[in-house]
């Protein structure tokens, strides 16, 4: 429902200018206004996202405007989550609330526009309550590879600062390094176990719908690639730990964004981004 969504949007956008104010100034002050209002915004995007479900009758995944907002939800979740257990809240929130905040808005922009087929059609058959279990487990592994991205950044950053020995207000504002590779470890083995689960009840979801568990569709591979590309992270952590490890962080998410933005582009199977 729109009025959700408006403070919503309201919410977000205050949390995300006083996370950014707090992480150059170092106010608490500052930071309990981003906090409240963050927790404002949430409560009111949920309601947004319960109340178009209950109206229209179907998961709020089939329209473009609820798959972006819905990936907005998502990445407040995994930054809330972050934030409890590394207390990195400025850090993290100058990259993640400022995207939230554009993707509701993006939302409200994009409001009507369906992405592919109609839920009639989707909802059908014995496994249909597949279809909101694999989306939702997929877009929480998207969210949590974001997370992984903002860590590796802010690794990358770090580290070259301390190789050219030239150490600016943003360094001394961020986590330390080894807590930086710790939320992108812990991560990239949240995401990429989510994106195994996803795959697998999508695979048996496709399955029953078509009889067919792969269509050579553009989210299919790169869903597949970026799984891969994952899989070789998380296995090789250990010797790849530190900058391997966040470059790789950095590329995986660019196959995420190719999973969520590009296959829309390009069309194919899937109804939703």
């Known amino acids: 429902m729109k009025p959700f969504l408006y403070a919503a949007l309201a ?32 409560a009111t995007h949920t309601a947004a996202i319960a109340t178009d479900w209950i109206t229209d009758g179907h998961y709020p995944l089939f329209h473009l405007h609820e798959t972006i907002s819905f990936l907005a939800w998502t990445l407040v979740i995994a930054y809330g989550l972050a934030v409890y257990r590394y207390r990195a809240q400025q850090a993290l929130g100058v990259f993640t609330l400022p995207l939230v905040t554009g993707l509701v808005l993006l939302s409200h922009v994009m409001r009507g526009t369906a ?10 058959g014995d496994a249909a309550w597949l279809f909101p279990v694999h989306t939702t487990l997929l877009f929480f592994a998207y969210a949590s590879f974001f997370v992984a991205f903002a860590a590796s950044v802010m690794y990358l950053w770090q580290e070259r600062e301390l190789k050219l ?12 390094l080894t807590t930086v590779d710790d939320i992108g470890t812990t991560a990239a083995g949240a995401g990429f176990t989510l994106l195994s689960l996803g795959i697998v009840t999508g695979i048996a979801w496709s399955s029953s719908r078509t009889g067919r568990a792969w269509h050579n569709d553009p989210i299919e591979i790169f869903a597949l690639l970026t799984w891969v590309l994952y899989l070789a992270l998380i296995h090789y952590r250990a010797q790849w730990r530190g900058r391997k ?18 296959a829309i582009l390009m069309g194919g199977y899937h109804v939703f981004g």
């Open 165 to 176: 020995k030239t150490f600016s207000a943003i360094f001394h504002r961020l986590p330390s």
């Open 115 to 124: 992405v592919g087929a109609p839920p009639e059609r989707v909802l059908s």
């Open 245 to 262: 490890a966040a470059w790789l962080g950095v590329a995986g998410f660019g196959l995420v964004l190719c999973t969520f933005l590009g």
């Open 11 to 42: 919410g977000y956008l205050v949390a995300a200018i006083h996370t950014i104010l707090a992480f150059v100034n170092k106010r608490r002050a500052v930071e309990r206004v981003s906090v409240l209002a963050l927790a404002f915004g949430f």
